[in-house]
């Protein structure tokens, strides 16, 4: 596109235009937004500048949370992967852990700890993981096995359960892990607190865990909707409590949780 070219279109057809641009065309486009003698043209010149910083953050950003899979790769090893929980705090339902090999060859901008993206980004990253990640699994322990053996034993279960189902996939050599440390896994491991907004893999694993958890919480939804889980995901909100006070205890609830309902 000449120089001169942006006068011919309208404030309303650049704005469609630049919503389809290349980052490697961003520049171009910010110059000559920003030399235009129209100030609305000027201020999309701007917007798309804020576009551009946003995208470069987010890079340094990635790239930082791809430090500890590189390192390990670094070293030698071959099938790092990063596992995470969903589901340890709420007062229904099973824990389900989630496990995945990354990648790193795709485009993983933006991923994050799945408490910090909106259900919307989580889903669409739950779906990029299934369909470009190399492997992933899921493992779930039951509510009945949260009160048999306690919510951390419980959710290293689920962890345990996840590699297993991994394992059938790939075998991995490295395990980059949020907090928990599974000491009779024979798999040499690194244990990161707040590991989900540190490692792209673990965050990776805490959107699968997460995701899953809460449509096995939509089903649960359709069948309680007195409870309306759909909204809480079963954590104890001042509905989730005033519901049991009304409709009960339902078998899906954790007993050791509940205690002084009990």
Same mark, same amino acid.
Request: with cysteine.
């Given at each position: 596109?000449?120089?001169?070219?942006?006068?011919?279109?309208?404030?309303?057809?650049?704005?469609?235009?630049?919503?389809?641009?290349?980052?490697?065309?961003?520049?171009?486009?910010?110059?000559?937004?920003?030399?235009?003698?129209?100030?609305?043209?000027?201020?999309?010149?701007?917007?798309?500048?804020?576009?551009?910083?946003?995208?470069?953050?987010?890079?340094?950003?990635?790239?930082?949370?791809?430090?500890? %899979?590189? &390192?390990?790769?670094?070293? =030698?090893? !071959?099938?790092?992967?990063? /596992?995470?929980? $969903?589901?340890?705090?709420?007062? *229904?339902?099973?824990?389900?852990?989630?496990?995945?090999?990354?990648?790193?060859?795709?485009?993983?901008?933006?991923?994050?700890?799945?408490?910090?993206?909106?259900?919307?980004?989580?889903?669409?990253?739950?779906?990029?993981?299934?369909?470009?990640?190399?492997?992933?699994?899921?493992?779930?322990?039951?509510?009945?096995?949260?009160?048999?053996?306690?919510?951390?034993?419980?959710?290293?279960?689920?962890?345990?359960?996840?590699?297993?189902?991994?394992?059938?996939?790939?075998?991995?050599?490295?395990?980059?892990?949020?907090?928990?440390?599974?000491?009779?896994?024979?798999? %040499?491991? &690194?244990?990161?607190?707040? =590991?989900? !907004?540190?490692?792209?893999? /673990?965050?990776? $694993?805490?959107?699968?865990?997460? *995701?899953?958890?809460?449509?096995?919480?939509?089903?649960?939804?359709?069948?309680?909707?007195?409870?309306?889980?759909?909204?809480?995901?079963?954590?104890?909100?001042?509905?989730?409590?005033?519901?049991?006070?009304?409709?009960?205890?339902?078998?899906?609830?954790?007993?050791?949780?509940?205690?002084?309902?009990?």
């Amino acid at each position: 596109m000449a120089d001169e070219s942006l006068k011919a279109y309208s404030v309303t057809a650049l704005k469609k235009m630049i919503k389809h641009i290349e980052v490697s065309d961003f520049d171009w486009w910010i110059k000559q937004l920003g030399s235009d003698s129209r100030k609305s043209v000027n201020q999309l010149g701007i917007s798309l500048q804020k576009q551009k910083d946003k995208h470069q953050q987010l890079e340094q950003k990635l790239d930082k949370m791809l430090t500890y %899979e590189k &390192e390990a790769y670094s070293q =030698g090893y !071959s099938c790092v992967v990063g /596992i995470d929980e $969903a589901g340890r705090g709420p007062l *229904v339902g099973p824990v389900v852990a989630g496990v995945v090999l990354l990648d790193l060859s795709k485009d993983w901008l933006g991923i994050d700890d799945s408490k910090k993206l909106s259900e919307e980004k989580r889903e669409y990253f739950y779906q990029k993981i299934k369909d470009e990640a190399i492997a992933y699994a899921v493992g779930v322990a039951t509510h009945e096995e949260i009160d048999a053996i306690n919510i951390l034993n419980a959710t290293k279960l689920a962890m345990k359960r996840a590699i297993e189902a991994l394992s059938e996939q790939i075998t991995p050599d490295f395990l980059l892990i949020d907090a928990v440390r599974l000491a009779d896994i024979p798999i %040499e491991q &690194e244990n990161l607190i707040k =590991g989900d !907004s540190r490692s792209a893999s /673990i965050a990776a $694993a805490s959107i699968m865990a997460k *995701v899953t958890r809460d449509h096995m919480l939509y089903e649960l939804d359709q069948k309680y909707p007195q409870y309306h889980f759909a909204n809480h995901k079963g954590y104890g909100t001042k509905a989730h409590y005033e519901a049991i006070e009304k409709y009960g205890i339902l078998p899906e609830h954790r007993r050791s949780f509940l205690k002084n309902y009990l």
